[in-house]
């Protein structure tokens, strides 16, 4: 059985953090039940260890409204059903950590009144206050938005400390490491900087966001092992993105 785990005090110097998710976390093509309990457990360092968190989930993984408008679909009719899945994953998530004790509470945009609550801002924080983990679907309820500007919205909403985006990369590059094996690896970006540069990380509303609202951003491979929990006791881990931030390459 794993120990409860305890960052050392003033390792990590946020609070409230919130993680954002990609629908292929859970699963490449619809939802892997292995990947959802992983990602389960790990949330379980949040809520052992007294750190405030809420998570935000794409639905890439059922349905992506950009993929779908190629196809002939109307983007607002593709984006509704974009959000749809967010829930669905959202509901997933939560479920798997209740197996693990986690309390979790899932808040939506899109009202689905017998599965989940409906966002409420209030609500949202007084959770918690109380060491609940908030996982917000249905993205921010309206077509056009990504799932990475609705972490930045409700951020600035509950006043998170920082976002952390987990990814399956370790952190961000000056170009794509996929093509360019000369890539290198950045360790602090400003946000001015990420948006003229046009690194894939956020969208530009989602970076503006945040920039506005001195939110930083920490880029960085969840799955790799143990990374959450040696971000948590301070050691630095993927990039940081943040008004005070330099291009500073590893």
Request: aromatic content about 6%; proline content about 3%.
């Amino acid at each position: 059985m794993d120990r409860p785990y305890s960052p050392r005090e003033g390792a990590f110097p946020y609070k409230r953090l919130l993680l954002k998710l990609s629908g292929e976390a859970l699963g490449r093509s619809g939802i892997d039940y292995g990947s959802v309990a992983e990602l389960a457990h790990k949330l379980k360092i949040f809520h052992d260890s007294g750190f405030q968190a809420a998570v935000v989930i794409g639905g890439g993984n059922i349905l992506r409204g950009q993929e779908a408008e190629r196809h002939g679909m109307e983007r607002a009719s593709a984006d509704y059903m974009g959000m749809l899945a967010t829930i669905i994953n959202a509901l997933a998530l939560q479920e798997a950590c209740e197996k693990e004790g986690i309390i979790t509470r899932v808040q939506t945009a899109i009202p689905v009144h017998n599965v989940a609550e409906t966002y409420i801002r209030r609500k949202a924080m007084r959770h918690l206050e109380k060491n609940r983990i908030v996982i917000f679907a249905g993205g921010t309820g309206n077509p056009y938005f990504t799932t990475d500007t609705t972490a930045a919205l409700r951020a600035v909403d509950v006043q998170c400390d920082v976002i952390l985006k987990a990814t399956k990369v370790d952190g961000v590059y000056d170009s794509d490491p996929e093509k360019n094996k000369d890539a290198k690896r950045l360790e602090e970006i400003a946000y001015m900087d990420a948006i003229q540069k046009g690194l894939k990380i956020m969208d530009a509303t989602a970076l503006t966001l945040c920039m506005e609202n001195d939110i930083p951003i920490i880029v960085f491979d969840i799955f790799q092992n143990e990374n959450l929990k040696r971000l948590l006791t301070g050691e630095k881990i993927g990039t940081l993105i943040s008004s005070e931030s330099k291009l500073i390459y590893t």
